[in-house]
């Protein structure tokens, strides 16, 4: 379900403008529609509320929680059932995070990622995004929501931005706070500094050199690093928020001297911070995750030549629970471990 179909439903039972936002808004804050000193008996439309509890339901039934996976960081990871029978995975984060994912399966194709192995099998619906940060609010508070599950957000550009807009303007979250992740489309720059809400931008990076970007990202747009960045920085420029670079950190790929003396050329001044992720391994996949003695020092190398780097580690590592991994094993009948939802 599309939010504009939400609307348009609202509006054909006599809903205006203010009655679509308060009905939106505690859907989208898990909160009940009595709550406040105007009830909806109170405010809305008799139509409108003869026809929210079937509404409700409905929205409320457009994904559930197949199986949930804790994380000993503090996260858990969600795999969640869509209404047609396929899955996607959202993760709890620490701190009042949520990771939401914008496709079923992906198009990139990133060679070290399991969620584009079987390439892109559907759109989200932006009712389907938003449903997730409701399915997180029931568990948890959220007051952080960033698109970097499963699926490029660029490739789903028109449902991305729908929610983005509505968690932006109803769903009380700071705009800084809605993060758009993407290896970089051409498409997504023009489009996100027109909207309403301006989310802060995440690029994913990965490595400084124009042919090995093309062997790992085999499908991105052929954008060098060197025009990621620009695009980045005029993006920045803009919103008055620092770009997030995405680097996830693989032995013997990514982390030699050279990548590092091309980090400092390219990030050095920016308006910019360098997320460095130690490579989640994944069974069958040539690549190998470095020892975090070997992720720290090279954060360190590079913070102390004058790019901020963070160094994190990829939410419910203890689980297994590399993005797009719990999918696959769903859908080849092998156990999941975790929590299994009643």
């Not at 406040?36 to 509320?49: I, K, S």
């Not at 995975?89 to 399966?105: K, N």
């Not at 989310?199 to 990621?228: G, I, M």
Request: with cysteine; net charge positive; hydrophobic share 40%.
């Amino acid at each position: 379900m599309q939010i504009e179909t939400i609307r348009q439903r609202l509006r054909a039972l006599g809903a205006k403008p203010l009655h679509e936002q308060r009905v939106l808004r505690d859907w989208i804050q898990a909160q009940p529609h009595d709550q406040g000193r105007r009830r909806a008996e109170d405010f809305l439309p008799l139509p409108v509320r003869e026809a929210l509890p079937a509404l409700d339901a409905e929205l409320q039934g457009m994904l559930k929680v197949i199986s949930t996976h804790p994380g000993a960081d503090g996260s858990a990871r969600l795999l969640v059932g869509l209404h047609d029978g396929q899955t996607v995975e959202s993760v709890l984060l620490p701190r009042d995070g949520l990771c939401v994912s914008s496709q079923v399966g992906c198009a990139v194709g990133c060679q070290f990622c399991m969620t584009g192995r079987d390439g892109l099998i559907r759109q989200v619906t932006s009712g389907e995004i938003v449903a997730q940060v409701v399915l997180a609010r029931t568990l948890r508070p959220v007051k952080k929501v960033v698109f970097m599950g499963m699926g490029e957000p660029a490739h789903n550009l028109a449902n991305v931005l729908e929610a983005i807009e509505l968690l932006g303007t109803e769903g009380n979250i700071g705009h800084k706070n809605l993060v758009f992740s993407t290896v970089g489309d051409p498409r997504a720059f023009e489009r996100l500094p027109q909207g309403r809400v301006k989310p802060a931008l995440a690029l994913s990076l990965h490595t400084t050199k124009v042919d090995l970007r093309e062997q790992l990202l085999p499908r991105a747009p052929r954008l060098s690093p060197r025009e990621l960045v620009d695009f980045g920085d005029y993006y920045a420029g803009l919103t008055g928020y620092p770009v997030q670079y995405q680097w996830t950190l693989m032995e013997g790929v990514n982390d030699g001297d050279d990548e590092l003396d091309g980090i400092v050329a390219l990030l050095k001044g920016k308006y910019a911070v360098l997320n460095m992720i130690p490579y989640n391994t994944i069974d069958d996949l040539p690549f190998k995750r470095p020892s975090w003695d070997k992720a720290r020092a090279i954060a360190a190398r590079l913070h102390e030549r004058g790019v901020l780097t963070k160094l994190r580690d990829s939410a419910g590592q203890d689980v297994e629970g590399g993005c797009g991994q719990l999918r696959a094993r769903e859908a080849k009948g092998r156990k999941v471990i975790g929590i299994r939802a009643a």
